[in-house]
Structures are given as structure tokens and as C-alpha cells.
């Protein structure tokens, strides 16, 4: 809005006839300009360090929530994929465990883990009915191999994992399957009492159950770790061929 001016001289009355003869309608000493009461004046610099202060604390609050946000999205995304890890594993090795096959009369088709204090790495070695092999769940019978295993050039393990055809045993080699893997452990069941191993060719038979567990690491160099547990009903338990 423009501002409103009023007009007048010094002594309140304005001499027109002195203001005819000036080109521009005004006395040259005798006119004094007044700005109304309405008319807005600028900020003092108090105003505007006070106005700088609260925003700062006002950008302040919304980068420390948007930096909260950010962090709790971080951590949802790392967690769902350690967790969608995991249970692939664990669905890959209960898949296959149930599907665990014994022959007496041959000795390759055993049942056999160690503890990783027993040669260094934890290992687990059993025969299949329903194991993935070449990229493609396998009709036939199938060797199967899990062993935590970290290499002389490493400085943490791998979960890796092997698996053949049942009558080329030997002729595989260790795939890895997961770097998260920081610990593996099972026990057997054996219908009184729990073992941390297991060897079908003193045994003479499978465990009854087996129970699985892990512990995962969050990242790359993270040093948080998530442990995971599953237990697995051997169907065939009871029956050697």
C-alpha cells in the first residue's frame, strides 16, 4: 500500500498565492513532509538476530528428525536383509536335512558333523533326497556339504556349501553361500539326549532332530551380531536302507 503524505507549513496555513508562482506547487523553506502513523517502518537488528535465532533452532529440529529418520530406515533395511539371509539359509538347510538319506550297505551315503573345535571349522555332511544341485532341485540322491571355513588369506570365515550327485561323490567344490556367517553350531537328538556331533557310520542311524544355530553378522564391518535358531525333524529317522 502507498504510503499517505500529508502536507503543511510551518505555521499550519499554506500561502497559496507564494505556491502559484513555483512550478511545482510548493514553498521552497516553509513545507515540512510527515509521515502518517500507519505507514511500517524496517526491523532494528535485534529484530533480526532474534528472527536468525529461531531459525537456526527451527532448521536445527527438522535436520536432527530428518537425520533420525534416516538412521531408523538404515537400520529397517539392514535388518530386513540380515533377517531374509538367514531364513534362505536356514530354509535351504531344513529343506534338505528332512530329506536326509542313510544306506548301511554304503559307505559314502554317511551322516557325519563336526564342531569347530574339532578341525578348526564347524562341518556338516549328509546325503539327500530333496537337495538343489546345478542350479535345480536334484530327482536323485545328492551329497551334500556345509563347513564355516575361513581361508589363510581371510580374516573372517565363510559359510560355504557343496553339493553332487550321490555316485560322483568328490568331484564338487565349495560354493560360498553367505560372508554374514560368524558362527554355526548343531546338535543332534537322538531320542534320550542332545550331541554336538554326529557320525552315521558308528551311530549306525540319523538323528532324530536336528537344531541349528547362527550368529550373523549386521554389516561390513560391524561388530553387532544377530543370533538364529531353527530346529528340524528328520522325517526318515528312523529307517536305514
Known sequence: ???????RSASGFADRSENMHRPDGFAA???????????RRGFTLVEVLVAVAVLSILLGGVYGIFTSVSSNQRHLEQTAALYHEARMIMARLSRELR?????ADDRNGYFAASAA????????????TS???????????VRVGYRLHRAADEELPRLQRRAEAYYRSGMAHWCRLSSRVRQ???????????HERWDSRKRHRLPRCVEINLLMQ?????SETE???TAVDLSLAGEVH
Open 1 to 7: 500500500m502507498t504510503p499517505f503524505y500529508s502536507i
Open 29 to 39: 523553506d516553509s513545507w515540512q513532509v510527515r509521515q502518517t502513523p500507519g505507514c
Open 99 to 103: 530329506g536326509s538319506y542313510l544306506d
Open 117 to 128: 573345535g574339532d578341525s578348526g571349522e564347524a562341518t556338516l555332511e549328509f546325503t539327500s
Open 131 to 141: 537337495a538343489v544341485f546345478d542350479g535345480e532341485e536334484h530327482a536323485g540322491l
Open 184 to 194: 554355526i553350531s548343531w546338535r543332534f537328538y537322538d531320542g534320550s539326549s542332545w
Open 218 to 222: 549386521w554389516g561390513d564391518g560391524a
Open 227 to 229: 543370533p538364529f535358531m
